[in-house]
């Protein structure tokens, strides 16, 4: 009896188990769901181009998505000596899969693709990969909450 409790345990985690972590960098196992992870106010740390960072050279950037389906974005940097701002409000939405979030701002008529590399509760890291430079982009945002 107690064989078969183990065998039943040791096959239920064997399926489940890969199914927990769909992103390269991600936690092997959560509970938490991947839109409970994603809807926070988040902050770019970090922010590298083909692999070199470029965090003291961009503005602060704040993005905070909300259950809803929006996402609201804010620069804010420093320009001939004076602070400028844009906004940038929109929807977001995950592929079928989960492994990538569609951002598609406000009067735009396509969304902007980033493949999910790491989310995590206080982390979230996104690739976007520019096809006709043959970029890529890795924003690594953190939040306290």
Known sequence: ???IALCIV???LAVITPS???YPDG??????TKTNRLVNDWKLTSYMVNGVEFIDAIPQLKMVIEK???YSRHSTELVLNQLQSVFEH??????DDNTSLFLLKEGADLPV??????LRAKKLVIQY???ITNITYLYTYTTDK
């Open 1 to 3: 009896m107690r064989f």
């Open 113 to 118: 693709q980033f493949t999910i590399r790491e």
């Open 10 to 12: 040791a096959l239920s």
């Open 90 to 95: 929109g929807t977001w939405a995950f592929n």
């Open 20 to 22: 927990c972590s769909k």
């Open 129 to 131: 990969y520019n096809k």
């Open 27 to 32: 936690p092997g196992f959560t509970l938490r």
């Open 68 to 70: 809803d389906g929006t």
